[in-house]
């Protein structure tokens, strides 16, 4: 559970876990830039579709005095029940859409590259290379796109292409990327991002430096 925690904290949503019989739910904020902020389950309520959970996030005020480091507010609970649907709440905002992870049950891997919106599992930073690149991550983008550019240490464009995520809730992918048979070894750069609907520009770019064997 602690590791599922821990590996979740980056990143707004809402997951639950069956772990040892019990119906795990976690609820996460996302990385906060101080303290003051909380979220807490504060009850859970049966109804006719399912189980209502009613969420209160809290910020601080303006002026208030808080710790200036950075922050990953959580809520975990256990739910009795461990085959009725939920469904959350803000009890604040009842408006508030709450994130969901599809195509993986939970988030149990590290996130080691990240940016708003594209969060990687991998490759790791610096990780050698040789043939392919094993790329997976989670992410919530434009049309669910996630484009990506292989490129040279100077720069130029050995290889790229696009893989599915989704929009509106964090979306799983996966993508075998294969690198050039003529690519010289040294430094290699994976670039991550979504293409602007707007302008067609690069947006939530993540760059992941390799070393091509």
């Known amino acids: 559970i602690s590791n599922w925690i821990n590996c979740s904290l980056e990143i707004p949503s809402v997951q639950e876990k069956i772990y040892d019989g019990h119906r795990f739910v976690l609820v996460t904020e996302g990385r906060k830039p101080s303290g003051g902020y909380e979220v807490q389950v504060e009850e859970v309520v049966e109804g006719p579709d399912g189980l209502e959970v009613k969420v209160k996030s809290t910020a601080p005020k303006e002026g208030e005095a808080v710790d200036t480091m950075i922050t990953s507010p959580f809520d975990l609970i256990i739910v009795e029940d461990n085959e009725l649907p939920l469904t959350f709440v803000d009890v604040d905002d009842p408006d508030r859409y709450f994130m969901k992870v599809v195509g993986m049950e939970t988030i149990e891997q590290p996130i080691v590259a990240s940016s708003d919106w594209i969060k990687i599992f ?89 070393v091509l064997e």
């Not at 050698?128 to 490129?151: D, H, K, P």
């Not at 010289?184 to 750069?189: C, F, I, N, P, Q």
């Open 122 to 210: 991998s490759p790791k930073p610096d990780e050698q290379v040789e043939g392919t690149i094993s790329l997976s991550g989670i992410a919530c983008v434009f049309e669910g796109t996630v484009s990506y550019e292989l490129l040279s240490e100077d720069d130029n464009v050995l290889s790229s292409g696009f893989t599915t995520a989704t929009m509106g809730d964090w979306g799983y992918f996966e993508e075998e990327i294969p690198v050039p048979a003529d690519a010289e070894a040294g430094r290699l750069v994976l670039q991550l991002y979504s293409v602007s609907m707007k302008d067609g520009s690069k947006m939530f770019v993540v760059e992941i430096p390799l």
